[in-house]
């Protein structure tokens, strides 16, 4: 008897109330999907390095120091991303693809910072001067760390150009701390056109333990 009113009941509910019942259900699903979604969005990218000597991104930065700059600099480490040289296509494959290059990449804005070693610096036309980029309190504290572009005179000798090409960074503390003594010179470029110039000076101080 119960059984057959509880399935009276029902029948009459969904007789009057089936629409409004679809709609509430409907309604629920799209809000359940909007937090999902929500959830899930992508961080925004507050510092983009990029690393073509394959020593940064192998010893994984992230995991070693990106947790800490981002600890002290309020910023997600999510948001902090270190791409490797494999990341990105060639020039010429760019060109027929569409597909981007570090070039492209550096072009577009897209890259903050980029890590290179010594002698194969990323060249001007892409780069520019990074005096143009870091206040000049900070391009003081690093003078002694500041090069510029490897020129290469008619006589086949090599030289600094005038143009600040990047940093040295190999001897930086947290560098050291992390990473130990590399016999190569590391320099870290910094593109003029960088989106993220703030954090790119905030992760300089960082890594030469500037206050």
């Given at each position: 008897?119960?059984?057959?009113?509880?399935k009276?009941?029902?029948?009459n509910?969904w007789?009057?109330y089936?629409?409004?019942?679809?709609?509430?259900?409907?309604?629920?699903?799209v809000i359940?999907?909007?937090?999902?979604?929500?959830?899930?969005?992508?961080?925004?990218v507050e510092?983009t390095?990029?690393?073509t000597?394959?020593?940064v991104?192998?010893?994984?930065?992230?995991?070693?120091?990106y947790a800490?700059?981002?600890?002290?600099?309020?910023?997600?480490?999510?948001?902090l991303?270190?791409r490797?040289?494999a990341?990105?296509?060639?020039?010429?494959?760019?060109e027929?693809?569409?597909a981007?290059s570090?070039?492209?990449?550096?072009?577009?804005?897209?890259?903050?910072?980029?890590f290179?070693?010594?002698?194969?610096?990323?060249?001007?036309?892409?780069?520019?001067?990074?005096?143009?980029?870091?206040?000049?309190?900070?391009?003081?504290?690093?003078?002694?760390?500041?090069?510029g572009y490897?020129?290469?005179?008619?006589?086949?000798?090599?030289?600094?150009?005038?143009?600040?090409?990047g940093?040295v960074?190999?001897e930086a503390?947290?560098?050291?701390?992390?990473?130990g003594?590399?016999?190569?010179?590391?320099?870290?470029?910094?593109?003029?056109?960088?989106q993220?110039?703030?954090?790119?000076?905030?992760?300089?101080?960082?890594?030469?333990?500037?206050?």
């Open positions: 008897m119960e059984k057959k009113d509880f009276s009941k029902w029948d509910y007789y009057y089936k629409y409004h019942t679809l709609a509430g259900i409907f309604v629920l699903v359940v999907l909007i937090v999902i979604s929500c959830t899930n969005r992508d961080v925004e510092l390095l990029v690393d000597t394959a020593l991104n192998d010893i994984d930065m992230k995991e070693e120091i800490d700059f981002g600890g002290k600099n309020d910023l997600d480490t999510e948001g991303l270190m490797s040289q990341d990105y296509v060639d020039d010429i494959t760019a027929r693809t569409g981007k570090i070039a492209g990449a550096i072009e577009s804005g897209e890259i903050d910072g980029i290179v070693y010594r002698g194969i610096e990323i060249r001007q036309e892409y780069v520019g001067n990074i005096e143009k980029v870091l206040p000049q309190d900070l391009l003081d504290e690093l003078d002694e760390y500041l090069i490897l020129m290469v005179d008619d006589n086949g000798d090599t030289y600094d150009s005038e143009i600040t090409a940093i960074v190999n503390k947290r560098f050291v701390e992390t990473y003594d590399i016999e190569d010179y590391v320099v870290l470029q910094i593109p003029e056109n960088c993220h110039p703030e954090n790119v000076i905030a992760f300089i101080k960082y890594l030469f333990d500037i206050q």
